[in-house]
């Protein structure tokens, strides 16, 4: 809950309403494109005097359809390309019915080509419409207009971790306003401390929350139950954070057994007709680029041989997925002793976690150092990628030494292909922290699509150009 119930209703209430305008707006527009503009020839000139009346239709029904699938909440944690593209599905759907009454009027023929391009507009407008109002918004929050006021309830080591969950994300934090402690508690989150459970009516009537956050890893009922029982009476919202959160990603449902509910976790690892399709694509890009790339193999492969000895490509074993080993395959940048002197070094990595970075690292060698840069040295691994060991967006394959060094959580990242390119390799590359980069290799499982695929591969190409936190 980021917005107050009463904010939350007035922006659903004005971005509806500019919905109705610039559905309005937008075939208006259309309108003028075809018969006005010069741009089509015109045989049959239709006055916008008899387009008038189905277009308030239109626009009206446009409404309709936007708040059924949910288009005029604002909700702002919803990134900009997920908001498109349910605005794109719900333009369509919004104009079905209107085309179809169209084409079965025998009273006038209206021009399908203001139909079509009053559909674009209209979408694109109330999309820019839509981000420009969840922008102001978020300033409005973060300023802490209109932000919904939460209190938590729990105090210990448990409900720290939850603070700095929350402050992770400004606009969830924003409200958070302080906490409460349980019996025998010994406050260590930093929140201002507003006393105890037994001051949690007043505190709900005198400062006026709108949510209450239970973070205590071990509530006993009778507590639960007291603190539900004093948010109903005072119409807040009661939420609870059970010790296992982190495992609450993804997609999650709530289903009854009886007179129980249970939390369903469904399997995020790609299966059935997702990694097909995700197999016919990895193959038929990577066989196109490596014939179009052979000479610069060769080309890359003298360089490497005239400036330092050794072989031209690095053969490294790397965990795939759900644990299987194979030979990653890179053009070598380092020199061939590499492997042996890296012990000499372990007390000079600058990574977090299991992983082993240095930013100058004395064993790369001078045409490595240009390799690295732009990620030349990984291109080698299309060949892994045609052969099925790897695809061409995932999580990178991990090594054996880094895996045992792995919390349990962190496992998950293991249970698809890896990948050459992915979230965290557009987001920052060597610059983030291990535990940011799994957490971004999670996401990317959880919210896999075909375009998420295609965006991942065009973002590639800006981050690999710039060589902006490669080393």
């Known amino acids: 809950m980021i917005l107050r119930h009463r904010a939350e209703r007035t922006a659903g209430q004005i971005i ?6 610039l559905a309005i707006v937008g075939f208006s527009a259309a309108w003028w494109v075809r018969f006005k503009s010069g741009i089509f020839p015109v045989p049959d000139f239709q006055p916008f005097l008899n387009y008038r009346i189905p277009i ?4 009206s029904f446009w409404v309709i359809v ?14 900009w390309w997920r908001e498109g593209n349910r605005i794109i599905w719900a333009s369509i759907l919004a104009m079905i019915l209107p085309m179809a009454l169209a084409f079965t009027y025998r009273g006038y023929f209206y021009s399908r080509l203001v139909m079509g391009l009053g559909t674009f507009f209209t979408a694109f407008l109330c999309f820019s419409y839509k981000e420009i109002a969840k922008s102001i918004l978020k300033k409005l929050v973060l300023k802490r207009v209109g932000a919904a006021r939460k209190l938590l309830i729990g105090c210990g080591d448990f409900a720290a971790k939850v603070v700095d969950e929350f402050f992770k994300n400004p606009l969830s934090a924003a409200g958070l306003e302080g906490m409460i402690s349980l019996r025998g508690e010994r406050c260590t989150a930093e929140l201002p401390y507003l006393g105890e459970l037994s001051d949690l009516k007043n505190l709900l009537i005198e ?6 956050i239970l973070a205590h890893p071990s509530p006993d009922e009778d507590t639960i139950l007291q603190i539900i029982y004093e948010c109903r009476k005072e119409q807040v919202q009661f939420e609870l954070i059970p010790p296992y959160w982190h495992l609450l990603r993804g997609k ?9 509910h249970t ?4 399997d995020l690892a790609l299966k059935g007709w997702q990694r097909i399709a995700k197999r016919i694509i990895d193959f038929t890009v990577s066989l196109i680029a490596i014939l179009i790339l052979l000479p610069f193999f060769i080309a890359i492969a003298i360089a490497i041989k005239l400036t330092s000895s050794g072989s031209v490509f690095f053969l490294q074993k790397r965990i795939g997925r759900n644990g ?8 070598r940048s380092m020199y061939a002793d590499a492997e042996q002197r890296l012990k000499d070094y372990m007390d000079k990595n600058e990574a977090k976690g299991p992983i082993f970075k240095i930013k100058h690292d004395p064993r790369i060698t001078p045409i490595g150092k240009f390799l690295r840069r732009f990620s030349i040295d990984e291109v080698p691994q299309l060949i892994n990628v045609l052969k099925g060991e790897m695809s061409l967006v995932g999580p990178r394959p991990p ?9 349990k959580w962190q496992l998950r990242r293991i249970d698809v292909t890896p990948g050459m390119t992915g979230l965290w390799q557009v987001s920052g590359r060597s610059n983030l922290s291990f535990e940011k980069m799994v957490e971004l290799d999670i996401s990317y499982i959880e919210h896999w699509s075909i375009w998420l695929d295609i965006k991942l591969l065009l973002l590639t190409i800006p981050a690999v150009l710039t060589g902006k936190g490669a080393y």
Do not use: N
């Not at 090594?399 to 919390?407: A, F, K, P, T």
């Open 399 to 407: 090594l054996e030494r880094e895996i045992v060094q792995y919390e």
């Open 66 to 79: 936007f708040i059924a699938r949910r288009l005029s909440k604002p909700e702002l944690t919803i990134v």
């Open 16 to 21: 509806g309403l500019g919905y109705f305008i």
């Open 207 to 212: 400062r006026g929350f709108d949510e209450v």
């Open 56 to 59: 308030m239709f239109v626009a």
């Open 324 to 331: 299987r080993q194979f030979k990653m395959i890179k053009f």
């Open 252 to 260: 999650i449902a709530i289903e009854p057994v009886g007179d129980i």
């Open 263 to 266: 939390i369903a976790f469904a």
